[in-house]
């Protein structure tokens, strides 16, 4: 199976960039997208061969979820099983027959971490609903999950210790979730892999230099890492600050 996660920043804008070339091109099974910023209401678009769920902020023009899957799950979920995370439209849930597979874009904790205690109380709460999905069958989580782990996840580490995205309470909880059970699958890979991006600030020709981050992911659990067949970053790839991301899986 060939999955996608991009966080778009905003579908209608990037359906001006060539989404629909670039949707095409990739030809995956399921792709998931973040950031939509849009109610259902804004936007009239379907896909051939696809099957398409949307979650969207109760807030117009903020955060927002979608996944186009070739194959028809099971069960579908919105959010996560806790009411006070239910209205950024943060999450969706896929089940089908092998595996779950979860779209999320996580809070981003603000400048000057203003949103980091809410941030925290999210953490737990969906590494929980992720444990809970892990006890049924095999999980994957995509999307932009706002947080660069380690030092090699983004360029200037140093200047951007404590800085939203790369606080040292953000990257427990990191490592929190996947020391409680998941893979990092583009890590499991390429462990020493340098210079390896997915989102880049429009300041200062950060993306023309590669002066990035790396913050979208594929993490999975533990017992199917050996089935992972690849995880490539589409840094090539425009129309958004963030680049597709593709795991190859044999599923």
Same mark, same amino acid.
């Given at each position: 199976?060939?999955?996608?996660?991009?966080?778009?920043?905003?579908?209608?804008?990037?359906?001006?960039?060539?989404?629909? $070339?670039?949707?095409?091109?990739?030809? !995956?099974?399921?792709? /998931?997208?973040? $950031?939509?910023k849009?109610?259902?209401?804004?936007?009239?678009?379907t896909?051939?061969?696809? *099957?398409?769920?949307?979650?969207?902020?109760?807030?117009? @023009? *903020?955060?927002g979820?979608?996944?186009?899957?070739?194959?028809? +799950?099971?069960?579908?979920?919105?959010?996560?099983?806790?009411?006070?995370?239910a209205? $950024?439209?943060?999450?969706? %849930?896929?089940?089908?027959?092998?595996?779950?597979?979860?779209? /999320?874009?996580a809070?981003?904790?603000?400048?000057?971490?203003?949103?980091?205690?809410?941030?925290?109380?999210?953490?737990d !709460?969906?590494?929980?609903?992720?444990?809970?999905?892990d006890?049924?069958? +095999?999980?994957?989580?995509c @999307?932009?999950?706002?947080? !660069?782990?380690?030092?090699?996840?983004?360029?200037n580490?140093?200047?951007?210790h404590?800085?939203?995205?790369?606080?040292?309470? $953000?990257?427990?909880?990191? %490592?929190?979730?996947?020391?409680?059970g998941?893979?990092?699958?583009?890590r &499991?890979?390429? +462990?020493?892999?340098?210079?390896?991006?997915?989102w880049? %600030? &429009?300041?200062s020709?950060?993306?023309e230099n590669?002066?990035?981050?790396?913050?979208?992911?594929?993490? =999975?659990?533990?017992?199917?890492?050996?089935?992972?067949v690849? /995880?490539? =970053? &589409? #840094?090539?790839i425009?129309?958004s600050?963030? /680049? +597709?991301?593709?795991?190859?899986? #044999?599923?």
């Amino acid at each position: 199976m060939k999955l996608v996660t991009w966080n778009v920043n905003g579908f209608r804008a990037v359906l001006k960039r060539g989404f629909n $070339e670039i949707f095409d091109e990739i030809d !995956a099974d399921i792709f /998931c997208i973040q $950031e939509t910023k849009m109610q259902l209401d804004q936007v009239d678009k379907t896909f051939d061969g696809r *099957y398409s769920y949307w979650n969207s902020a109760d807030k117009k @023009g *903020y955060s927002g979820t979608a996944i186009f899957t070739k194959v028809k +799950p099971i069960k579908v979920m919105y959010d996560i099983d806790d009411s006070l995370h239910a209205s $950024e439209g943060r999450t969706i %849930t896929l089940e089908f027959d092998k595996f779950f597979l979860v779209n /999320c874009y996580a809070p981003n904790s603000k400048r000057g971490l203003l949103r980091l205690s809410y941030r925290m109380e999210w953490e737990d !709460a969906f590494r929980n609903y992720l444990l809970a999905l892990d006890k049924q069958k +095999p999980v994957i989580i995509c @999307g932009d999950l706002n947080v !660069a782990h380690n030092e090699i996840d983004l360029k200037n580490y140093k200047t951007n210790h404590l800085n939203a995205g790369f606080s040292d309470e $953000e990257r427990q909880k990191m %490592t929190e979730l996947l020391d409680a059970g998941f893979v990092d699958s583009f890590r &499991y890979l390429y +462990p020493e892999k340098h210079d390896a991006y997915t989102w880049w %600030t &429009y300041l200062s020709n950060a993306r023309e230099n590669n002066i990035g981050w790396r913050i979208d992911y594929f993490i =999975l659990s533990q017992r199917i890492k050996d089935r992972i067949v690849d /995880c490539v =970053l &589409y #840094n090539k790839i425009m129309g958004s600050d963030h /680049c +597709p991301v593709v795991l190859e899986i #044999n599923l």
